[in-house]
C-alpha cells in the first residue's frame, strides 16, 4: 500500500472514497497518520483511523537524578507534558514544558549533583550527549573550559506507538 499526503477536497465521497483518481507520479513519502491515506491496488482512497498510545518510561529518568529534584518531578501534575529538566550549577533545578517553565526546588544544583548524575547515566560521547538504556531520553552536557561537566539538559523521549498502519 502506498501513503501519500491527504487534503481533503471538496470532491470527497461518502465512506472517505474520493471521486478522483490517484496519480502515481505523485512522490511518494511516509507521513504521520492524521495526515495519511491509503492507496489500494484499485486506486480507491481510504481513511486510516488510528489509536495512539504514547510511553516515555519516566522513571527511568527519574531514577539519575538527585532525590530532591525527583521528588520535585513526582509532585508535578502534569508530567505528561515535561519535555525537559535543566540542571545548571549553582542555579535553581527547572523543568519546561511546552507553555511554562516551573522551579523544581528551592536549592541551588551544586558539582555533587551534577556529578551524580553522570555517575548514573555513565559516558557522554564526543557530542557532549548520553542516553539511558532502552530509553528514548537524551542527556546533554554543558562543560566548562577545563571540560567539567557545569550543566545538564535532561530531555524526555517519548514513543508514539500507533501511528502508521501497514
Given at each position: 500500500m502506498l501513503y501519500q499526503p491527504f487534503a481533503p477536497s471538496p470532491r470527497e465521497g461518502q465512506n472517505g472514497l474520493a471521486s478522483s483518481q490517484y496519480n502515481i507520479e505523485q512522490e511518494r513519502g511516509v507521513?504521520?497518520?492524521?495526515?495519511?491515506?491509503?492507496?489500494?491496488?484499485?486506486?480507491?482512497?481510504?481513511r486510516h483511523i488510528m489509536q495512539h498510545a504514547i510511553t516515555d518510561d519516566l522513571g527511568a529518568l527519574l531514577a539519575v537524578l538527585p532525590a530532591h529534584v525527583r521528588d520535585a518531578v513526582e509532585r508535578l501534575d502534569d508530567r505528561e507534558d515535561l519535555l525537559e529538566i535543566v540542571l545548571d550549577l549553582g542555579r535553581l533545578p527547572q523543568a519546561r514544558f511546552p507553555d511554562r517553565e516551573a522551579l523544581l526546588s528551592d536549592l541551588p544544583v551544586t558539582r555533587e549533583d551534577l556529578a551524580a548524575v553522570v555517575g548514573r547515566i555513565g559516558a557522554f560521547g564526543d557530542d557532549n550527549r548520553a542516553?539511558?538504556?532502552r530509553t528514548l531520553h537524551r542527556i546533554?552536557?554543558?562543560?566548562?573550559?577545563?571540560?567539567e561537566v557545569v550543566g545538564l539538559t535532561c530531555r524526555v523521549g517519548r514513543a508514539v506507538r500507533g501511528t502508521v498502519a501497514l
Open positions: 507521513y504521520p497518520s492524521d495526515c495519511m491515506v491509503g492507496f489500494s491496488a484499485a486506486h480507491k482512497v481510504k542516553g539511558i538504556e546533554s552536557a554543558i562543560r566548562n573550559r577545563r571540560g
